[in-house]
């Protein structure tokens, strides 16, 4: 198994910018000794926190999930307590980073998705939507950054009604134009990448309509997508499972909604995200 972390700063020979993140944990299989070849599909995942840290219920038990389901994991840690672009231009270097390493990670550089975790799911949002924005074509040019398919778990997505306050304030520095630019369910277009979304209709952090906007967003623009609406559940459940949580009770509260994650494999697969002899 090749298990390594990144400095995307370094990598791309980029002074770093905010407090210290910009690092990207792979997870992947190694193609060596008596092993059939093969061509795996890309998971980037990005953790949630209110853009004020990153959670680690959210990253490597995330990542190892979709490692045992054949995919090359990438796990970023993107800088907190930053406004915009910071946390976007390193998203977009993860990205950039995986397709210029394909070969090495026996990554599909065409099937390259992007799953996004609350917070997370914002900056998830915003690579799918804001994939040509100015600050990533000065730092990497033409690169392609744009993910082939992107997952929104309990996404915060607006910075309107039904937006999650604090997050949206990090992440627009308290600017009100910038807050409206960075609200996703305007910057969805026909060439947005298919989306995956999931929520519970009694999350108290982040309105189930955040879900809803994005998923009207993409209906209104021709984006296939999928969304899954679960009456129970609270918010920040991660894979929900043990290895998640605390106690076997609290486990048990939300076992639930562990369907979500076979739920995102399958949807996957239909957009040809599978595990292919090389």
Known sequence: MIYETIDLYEHYSV???GNGGGYL???????????????????????GGGYEYCSDREQEPV????????????????????????????????MCFIRENAQKYSV?????AALGFSAGGHLAGMLATLYGDEHIKQLLGERLVRPDAVLLTYPVVSGGEFGEEGT??????????????????????KNCPPAFLWHTTEDDCVPVESSLLYAAACRKAGV??????????????????????????????????AVWFDLAVSWLKQHGFALKAE
Not at 69 to 76: D, H, I, N, P, R
């Open 224 to 257: 296939p997508f999928e969304l899954h609406l679960f009456e129970k559940g609270r918010h920040g459940t991660s894979v929900a499972n043990l290895e998640v949580e605390g106690s076997e009770a609290r486990a048990g509260e939300i076992s639930h909604l």
């Open 15 to 17: 002074p770093r910018r």
């Open 25 to 47: 944990t792979v997870y992947c299989r190694e193609q060596r000794g008596d092993l059939a070849k093969k061509v795996r599909p890309a998971m980037l995942v990005i953790p």
């Open 168 to 189: 949206m304030r990090r992440i627009s520095g308290g600017d009100p134009a910038l807050r409206k630019a960075l609200s996703l369910e305007t910057r969805v277009t």
């Open 63 to 94: 990542a190892l999930r979709f490692l045992h389901e054949g995919y090359s994991a990438f796990v970023l840690r993107y800088t907190v307590k930053t406004a915009y672009p910071v946390p976007l231009v390193e998203a977009a270097m993860a």
């Open 108 to 112: 599909d550089p065409a099937h390259v």
